[in-house]
Every structure is written in C-alpha cells, then in structure tokens.
C-alpha cells in the first residue's frame, strides 16, 4: 500500500518526509521535557507525528525520522488504507458517489457538476483545494442546518465551528458554541441532520437524560435509533476519505 502512495503534502504544521524515495507527510513536535525522539502514526489524521527534544535541531530529528522507513511500513500494514484525493478517485458527497477530476486547465476553484467534482491548477495542489471545497460547503450547510433547527427549538446558538476531531461527529459547550465535524458533508442529509438535532437539544439539557432524548426525537425528522447505528456504520469509511496515508 504505501508503494501507491506519493503525494506530498502542505497543510497546516505538517510537512511531507522523505522516505525510502517516498514523502510522508509529518507533524513536528518539539518539547522542552523530551528525552529522546519518538515516531508515531496518527491514524485519525492519517500523518505521522514526530516528538523530539525542543534543544535538538529540527534537521537532526528529521534525518532521525528519515532512517526509521521499515518501523513506518510496518504501523502502516497494520491499517485500512485512506483513500486519498486524487484524480479518479470516487469519495462520498452528501452519501452520493462522486468522481473526482483534475486537468491543468479547468478552473482552479473546484466545481461540483453532477457526479464529478473537478478542478485545474498543479496537481500538487489537488487535495488541498478538494478539501477546502468539502469543508466550506460543510460550514455553509451545517450551519443552515443549525439555525434552521436552533429555531425550531427555541434556543439561540452563539457559534458553528467546523473541526476534524476523530472520535466525535459534534459538540455543544455550555456556551452555546458547537462544533461538527467536517466529514458530515460527505454522509447522507439525514445523517448531518440527526448530528445537528442532537447539538441543538444539548442547548436545553447538558446530559443524554429522558428529557434530552426528547426533545432530540423532535427535532429530527426520521429515526434517532436508525441514524445513530447508520452514522456508526459508515464513520469508518467516512474518516479514510482524504486521509493521506
Ligand atoms: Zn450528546
């Protein structure tokens, strides 16, 4: 699997490495109280992480890193393979198939056309811009969603904030803040939906009591129980599209 794969990649603090002729892409993470250096594979975010002491240059703990290629391949068989953005991979958008496209000369803003989702520019720019294109189309619906279903429950919602957070669809602080995960655009409606309902119903009760569950019941048009086992099975998949590794 890792043979297949040689985008680079250059989002946020991460940086692609070179390994065995490959790049991976990978966060650095210098520490004032870090002994020695460590590797490791975060899954969720589909990158590797590299912790090392903060006294210690970067360049040194790179060519670190840059020996330790077999220990890389082997987290790497261990795991469902990501299903990257790349030219003529098919991912989910809103539950549906959608091909992705690239060519040089089309536009450099992705465009969605039925069931292809197509843009232009470098390549090496490719994935950055088809994830830009998911997430602002998740703000805008999540947060329609939000306020459409915020009104029907009488409640005021102070923020929407859109995340990647691996281990939940969304959140509500007592603030009044919530925030969703990104990748609920590329489930089916009434999965984003019930998400939103659920966050909604966290501005009345804190908890998951009776009186939650509730009002949770009214304000999502389908069934709670059906869209949470949905919403479980497809979490999966959900979190491989995109990922890198
Ligand atoms: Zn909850």
Same mark, same amino acid.
Do not use: F, G, K, T
């Given at each position: 699997m890792p043979a297949t794969w040689n985008g680079t990649l250059s989002t946020g603090r991460s940086e692609p490495l070179s390994l065995a002729g490959l790049a991976w892409p990978i966060e650095l993470r210098p520490h004032p109280s870090a002994r020695a250096m460590r590797l490791r594979l975060d899954e969720g975010r589909g990158l590797l992480t590299l912790t090392y #002491?903060?006294? %210690?240059s970067r360049r040194a703990a790179l060519d670190w890193a840059a020996k330790q290629g077999d220990w890389v391949e082997q987290q790497l068989a261990r795991i469902e393979p990501g299903e990257p953005f790349e030219p003529g991979a098919t991912i989910l958008f809103e539950g549906r198939p959608i091909l992705l496209r690239w060519s040089?000369? +089309? #536009?450099r803003t992705p465009q969605l056309m039925g069931d292809v989702l197509q843009c232009g520019g470098p390549a090496d720019a490719f994935a950055g811009r088809i994830e830009r294109f998911l997430r602002a189309r998740a703000r805008e619906r999540l947060s329609d969603e939000t306020s459409r279903i915020a009104a029907q429950a009488g409640v005021t919602v102070r923020s929407v904030a859109i995340g990647d957070a691996s281990s939940r669809w969304g959140s509500c602080s007592s603030s009044g803040s919530i925030r969703y995960s990104w990748? +609920?655009?590329?489930? #089916?409606p009434h999965l984003l939906r019930w998400v939103v309902a659920h966050e909604v119903a966290h501005r009345v009760h %804190?908890?998951?009591g009776p009186a939650f569950r509730a009002l949770e019941a009214r304000l999502y048009d389908g069934s709670v129980r059906a869209a949470r086992a949905e919403l479980r099975a497809l979490g999966p998949r959900l979190k491989r599209i995109g990922r890198r590794l």
């Open positions: #002491p903060r006294r %210690m040089e000369q +089309l #536009p990748r +609920l655009i590329l489930a #089916p %804190m908890d998951h």
